[in-house]
């Protein structure tokens, strides 16, 4: 196992600063106390950390059931299913997203389809895309309580029967989950195919080398087997006998300069990445915000923002480039940003199957990172909020049969503007609520919409526009996806987030069994949609964020955007 990717860095005058973080790390056992499993290397107590270092030895206790994996995935295909549907949310789904966009299905297995938007649109689309006779529906969720999941798999539970009878479709569904949770009684009461139940001791955005990530990927015919010998190579350059200091421990390294970089005000990680490994942005950017953002700290990890030149930004960025060995698309870009005094970290690959340990890699920076900063990376403190208040509205919802009202502070454009300030038209309210941008600041767009291609579009033009004309980092992305990413990063990190929420009505109605295999139904994903949003807003206002709702006029949502993203110029 010779093969590892390379890590150089350009720090400038932070150097100094890293260099001396180092030798604390390795004067004080950090990177040996890690793998003993100390949890004092992060907290006194033991509370969610004893219980979820699970992932520092599933490289190598998930080698032990590649073949496994293989078999299953070969008696699917010869069983006549073409398509798997991965039902989940957040660390259940983003590691088979990232598979599914970065490898192409082999002849002979299964294509990969992964469903994590409660918008009505995106589940009436994507039952209309699926033949449930040669479909497979992952159900996967680590608490097996995912409120999202669950309704995912009563939906096309449902749509399954209906097309091939209650007695075969539960033969169409196969679980991933912990032992003895809400979901493994489901699948013995539907007859699900097969239960796959993962270490208990691995936490959902630390699971990408299990089974969560794993049998989707072994569906699709990838080699899961290199896959896993690239995270063991990791792995083994990250144990405490290669120093951070004499030696080259890239996970060593990596956290402590993240988290060094963060304390001086270069908190905002930007990720510049090959075009073939770009789905891997949005599980690093759940791994970050989730593992950092608390405690009134953390990294704020900039993911698909469009590279631009170095006036373009403040001095709160750490530029990270991860390629593929041979692609210079953005040397030169990163070049003028050095000269230009930013610090770049350059991670070459040599092909996608690097992945493998890019995965471990980061898992183990951002342990080291969570122990510099002082916080606890295994824990999700603030995600709750958001929960509870979601299901405040539905129980609402439920006894009068309308959901929280809010008033809005105006409506301009057919779009009306909510929040906490003074303005007499759509423009003005953005430019009011931009002006509170200071250095430091990040603006994180949470869209409540259609997750289309259009959609996504003018969502990137809204946000580049914002970026250029404010010089502040920007971040994105669709909900409720977001609330299992960055969502804890939003209300447990640094008061420096400014949140735009763009909401839309939902004029389909999908009702959401009460109970597979039963038509009663009192919700519809519109409905769940609208209370997340709702949910999502008040936990920021509570939190004392900063926060303007934008909910856009249903007939063109893609246009209502452009529209908005116009206004600046």
């Known amino acids: 196992m010779s093969q590892i990717c390379r890590m150089t860095e350009n720090l400038g005058p932070y150097l100094k600063v890293v260099e001396t973080a180092l030798l604390k790390l390795r004067d004080d056992n950090i990177m040996s106390r890690i793998w003993a499993h100390d949890h004092t290397v992060w907290n006194p107590g033991p509370a969610e950390i004893a219980n979820r270092l699970g992932w520092l030895q599933a490289p190598g206790v998930m080698a032990a059931s590649v073949e496994k994996l293989e078999s299953f995935a070969r008696d699917m295909a010869a069983l006549g299913y073409t398509r798997a549907l991965l039902l989940g949310m957040g660390g259940s789904s983003l590691a088979p997203e990232v598979f599914s966009r970065t490898f192409q299905a082999r002849e002979g297995f299964l294509e990969l389809t992964v469903l994590d938007s409660t918008d009505p649109a995106a589940v009436a689309s994507m039952a209309s895309s699926i033949d449930p006779a040669h479909t497979l529906c992952i159900v996967s969720t680590k608490s097996g309580t995912t409120p999202e999941t669950l309704s995912f798999f009563r939906y096309f539970y449902n749509l399954f029967a209906d097309a091939l009878g209650t007695e075969e479709a539960g033969g169409h569904f196969i679980a991933i989950t912990d032992a003895d949770t809400p979901l493994t009684a489901l699948a013995r009461r539907y007859a699900f195919r097969r239960t796959f139940l993962n ?4 936490g959902g955005r630390y699971s990408a080398l299990s089974y969560f990530g794993l049998v989707p990927a072994a569906l699709i015919g990838m080699d899961i087997r290199l896959l896993l010998d690239r995270a063991l190579i990791l792995a083994e350059n990250c144990k405490s006998s290669n120093c951070p200091v004499e030696g080259n421990n890239y996970g060593g390294r990596l956290g402590t300069l993240l988290a060094v970089m963060a304390r001086s005000g270069r908190d905002k990680a930007t990720f510049v990445i090959s075009k073939q490994l770009a789905p891997f942005g949005d599980w690093v950017e759940q791994l970050i915000a989730e593992s950092s953002g608390k405690q009134g700290t953390g990294i704020v990890p900039i993911v698909n923002e469009q590279l631009g030149f170095p006036g373009q930004y403040r001095d709160d960025r750490l530029f990270v480039h991860i390629r593929i060995n041979g692609d210079e698309t953005y040397d030169d870009s990163l070049r003028d940003l050095e000269q230009a005094g930013h610090p770049v970290v350059h991670i070459c690959l040599h092909d996608s199957s690097d992945l493998g340990g890019q995965f471990f890699l980061w898992e183990m920076a951002m342990a080291v990172a969570g122990h510099i900063l002082g916080i606890n990376p295994f824990d999700q403190p603030d995600v709750e909020s958001a929960k509870i208040l979601a299901r405040k509205a539905i ?115 999908i009702p959401i069994p009460d109970e597979a295999g039963y038509k009663a139904s009192s919700m519809d994903f519109g409905v769940l949609k609208t209370a997340q949003a709702l949910g999502d807003w008040q936990a920021l206002v509570n939190a004392g964020r900063k926060v303007l709702r934008l909910h856009v006029g249903l007939d063109d949502v893609s246009s209502a955007v452009r529209r908005i993203a116009q206004m600046l110029g």
């Not at 270490?199 to 691995?202: K, R």
């Not at 609402?396 to 303005?423: H, I, M, N, S, W």
């Open 395 to 509: 129980s609402e919802y439920q006894v009068k049969g309308t959901l929280p009202v809010q008033t809005p502070l105006l409506c301009d454009r057919d779009t009306f503007v909510y929040g906490d300030l003074r303005a007499d038209s759509l423009e003005e309210a953005l430019l009011v609520f931009l002006a509170g941008i200071h250095d430091g600041s990040y603006v994180a767009l949470q869209a409540y919409l259609p997750p289309t291609g259009q959609t996504d579009a003018a969502l990137a033009e809204l946000r580049m526009k914002i970026r250029d004309s404010c010089r502040v980092a920007t971040t994105l992305g669709y909900g409720p996806r977001f609330l299992h990413s960055t969502g804890q990063l939003h209300k447990g990190g640094a008061d420096n987030g400014l949140f735009i929420q763009i909401t839309c009505d939902n004029p389909l109605e």
């Open 199 to 202: 270490d208990p001791t691995i």
